[in-house]
Each structure stands twice: as structure tokens, then as C-alpha cells.
């Protein structure tokens, strides 16, 4: 089934500890997102990716890190995770070329103890 | 920072009226809107899109956009119980490549 899938579903995490939150899309798409969604602070941008090769930083882009080795996946990495980025991660993607609706994954709900 | 702006309720209407949701702008850059449909513990899903100023209809749908007053809405009619979710308006954001910003939501609850 097309789409995009997202790893782990939920994780509960040490902080400190380092964590990659996978994303993975079949749909050939250019542009990938991450979003964090926080109640009261609704969906923001922490980085994006216009097509392979390139990433660029959102809103709150601290304390994380993306790369973007080829179309289909698009790696979050927490390099020491601290309770703030206690959230919900939603992975995104979309055609590219122009603003098109996203596709959004399942998410993954992440708690840092 | 550039904004999308959303009353976040809850927008309470009775089963088979019209609901209205709005939402306002700030990025002046914006040519595409969308609102996305979020149930509790789901992820978004896409409904409507709207690129140019007027009224698009799909089903029982209508966005409406003015990029004159930087004001999106939308119109459910024939409202039902299963559309009882947090609607999400989006806009393009004209500094982050074909991103988008997101208002934080309004909660809408179809009563029977």
C-alpha cells in the first residue's frame, strides 16, 4: 500500500539518549517533512527537504537533525534527548514542484524521562 | 514569524446544519491553503485545497479564500457526528521551500 511509514509507533527514552525516528515513503515523492505536534502549539516545522541532497531547518529545528540520502527516506535524529521533545513526530511528504496537501504518516509518540 | 490563525473552540453544531470554520494569515507570500481533517489520535488527512481567491466545492465542502483580507474558510454542510474532529488550516509557507504552516486547530462536535 503507498504511503508513508513511520517507525517506531511510540518510545518511550532516556534523556540523553541519542534516537532516530525512521520515515520511510513510497509514493516517489520529492519533498519530506517533520512536524511535532504539542498540545496547544498545534503542528510545527522542525526541518524539511525539497528533494535528495537537501535539508533545510524550520521553526524549531534545535536539538534535532535530518538527512536526506535518497527519495524515499528521511531519518529525525535526537543527538541527547531532553523531556521538551516529549511529542508527537509526524513525518510529511508531498510532490514538490509547488505547494501540494501533504501526506502524513502515523506518527510516532516519543516521551523523554 | 509568519502565522496561521484558528479559533480553537470547540464549534458545536447540531446534526445536518452548516458548520464554519475560519482561519486568518499573516504570510502575504501565501498562494495555496489547505485544511486537513485530524480524529483524536490520528494523523492529519487532507479535504480541501484552495489556491485562488472565490469558492471551491467538493462534495460537502466549500473552502472559501480572500487574499485580499488573508482569510481562508470552510463550510461543512449536512454536518454529520462522523466529522466530530479538529480541523487544521494550512497555508504555504513563502520562506521554507513548499512547507506549510499550520493553525493550531479548531474542534468541531456534531451533536445528533
Known amino acids: 500500500i503507498a504511503g508513508i511509514t513511520q517507525a517506531p509507533t511510540s518510545q518511550i527514552l532516556a534523556a540523553g539518549r541519542r534516537m532516530t525516528l525512521r520515515c520511510t515513503q513510497d509514493?516517489?515523492?520529492?519533498?519530506m517533512y517533520w512536524y511535532r505536534q504539542d498540545l496547544g502549539l498545534g503542528l510545527r516545522l522542525i526541518h524539511y527537504s525539497n528533494t535528495a541532497g537537501t535539508t533545510g531547518k524550520g521553526e524549531v529545528p534545535d536539538g534535532y537533525s535530518v538527512s536526506r540520502a535518497n527519495t524515499d527516506d528521511f531519518p529525525l535524529t535526537l543527538a541527547s534527548a531532553v523531556p521538551s521533545q516529549t511529542s508527537v513526530y509526524f513525518c510529511?511528504?508531498?510532490?514538490?514542484?509547488?505547494?501540494?496537501?501533504?501526506?502524513f504518516g502515523s506518527g510516532t509518540r516519543l516521551t523523554v524521562v | 514569524q509568519k502565522e496561521v490563525e484558528q479559533n480553537s473552540g470547540p464549534l458545536s453544531v447540531p446534526e445536518g446544519a452548516i458548520a464554519s470554520l475560519n482561519c486568518t494569515y499573516s504570510d502575504r507570500g501565501s498562494q495555496s491553503f489547505f485544511w486537513y481533517r485530524q480524529y483524536s489520535g490520528k494523523s492529519p488527512e487532507l479535504i480541501m485545497s484552495?489556491?485562488?481567491?472565490g469558492d471551491k466545492e467538493d462534495g460537502r465542502f466549500t473552502a472559501q479564500l480572500n487574499k485580499a483580507s488573508q482569510y481562508v474558510s470552510l463550510l461543512i454542510r449536512d454536518s454529520q457526528p462522523s466529522d466530530s474532529a479538529t480541523y487544521l488550516c494550512a497555508g504555504e509557507n513563502s520562506n521554507s521551500g513548499y512547507a506549510l504552516n499550520f493553525g493550531k486547530g479548531t474542534s468541531l462536535l456534531v451533536t445528533p
Open positions: 509514493m516517489r515523492h520529492n519533498a
Open positions: 510529511a511528504s508531498s510532490p514538490g514542484g509547488q505547494p501540494y496537501g501533504y501526506t
Open positions: 484552495i489556491y485562488s481567491n
